[in-house]
């Protein structure tokens, strides 16, 4: 269902939002010589990186300038995650190390967002066993975070509140301080439907909705504008994009963008994985031929409880056709280990799969219990040690896939994106259409541009190179 009118919300036009911005930065102005400065840390996914830009750029515009230091930040906002009970534990102890920084200098102002803090129990704990903290905002508090530091900064109020006051919004708008040129992201939709029984995310992310389309194209029209090369389409389920038209549609839209670009798009969901969307991903030449497509299981038996909704044959299914229609694809994938009831068997015909597929590489995962999911109530009888050898067995076989794939390379002219300098003095790194990492000499002013490397060897994580002959 695309998303009411009503719903969507511009950050610019509002005057309560452009009143408190101008409020704190005369504030600011009159406290500090110069701009204070904000330390903004980001945890989780690209989501959140993504968010962690908005959030930049809404200081900025503020007044404030940024610092990766602690010592010197006058505010710091940490943007939380949820996905892990680990990452939470992590980001609590991170801020109870900030008490000794808050009393050294009273006036430190400290805010935790994300979804991490959408949780009414989180929020609440906070509130009562961490005094330093002055802001706690949900994952969607866009629209109110001006007010809100405001209060804190300028009147001295706590604010301290879980979910948002309107939720299931979308906040158009936002200034953005990008920090990953010629790479940007471009979030479509929000939230998700899906449940899946191990994950926590419908739960702090709400609801799906999708961004209009119009919105979308003007954004990375802007972006190509600004020399931005490599443009990736943000969603917690991507494909399942309804703005009006659908996933495929958008992608041929964004496609007809005139410019020398690249578009990828993160995270598919096998279910929402049509073979409109390939025949889309097929004909767009700007779109990689990358598909992460998260298999998460090969045991039919897991992938019911796991409550994901699509069968391996299914999911084969999709990948044959897929290699059909694009024989250069990369294809990615996570997988999680030892989840709750996950047998031997289970765990071979993971790695049965795994051989079929042929990935280049996966994101695997070991299973974390998270409080608040389906999953958390399974029986799980196999012991930690034992789901470690299987995780160990995966990144073995994976492992060799990966290097055949890679050495494969060697010998071929491949075009990348250059994104900047590389590990090794004189070195610079680029990307392949296929996401594979290329190391080659060259000099910084390669950066942003595509350019063709004849690879030479590879490595695990990269393939080494230098530039063909016509450049
Ligand atoms: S698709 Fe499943 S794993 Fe992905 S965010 Fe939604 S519930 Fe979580």
Redesign the pocket.
Known sequence: MPIKQDCILDYAQTAGRRQYTRLIREHLAQKYDAPPLALVHSFGCQQNAADGEKLRGMLAEMGYGFTDSLEEADLIVYNTCAVRENAEKRVLGTVGALKHYKRQKPELLIALVGCMTQQQSIAERIKKSYPQVDIVAGADAWANLPERLYGALCLGRRSIKAADEEPDTIVENIPTRRTGWPKAWVTVMYG?????S?????YV?GRERSRRPEDILREVEELVGEGYRDITLLG??VNSYDGGIRFPELLRQINDIPGDFRIRFM?S?PKDCTRELLDAMADCEKVSKHLHL?VQSGSDRILMEMN?RYTTEKYLELVAYAKEKMPELALTSDIIVGFPGETREDFEKTLELVRKVGYTALYTFLYSRRGGTKAETLPDPVPPEEKSRWFRELLEVQGKIGEDYMERQVGKTLRVLVEGPGKGEGMMTSRTDQFLIVEFPGGPELAGQFVEVEITSAKNWALMGRLAENF
């Open positions: 998700c439907n899906n449940f899946c191990y994950c926590i995310v419908p992310r917690q389920n995270t969901h998260p994901r």
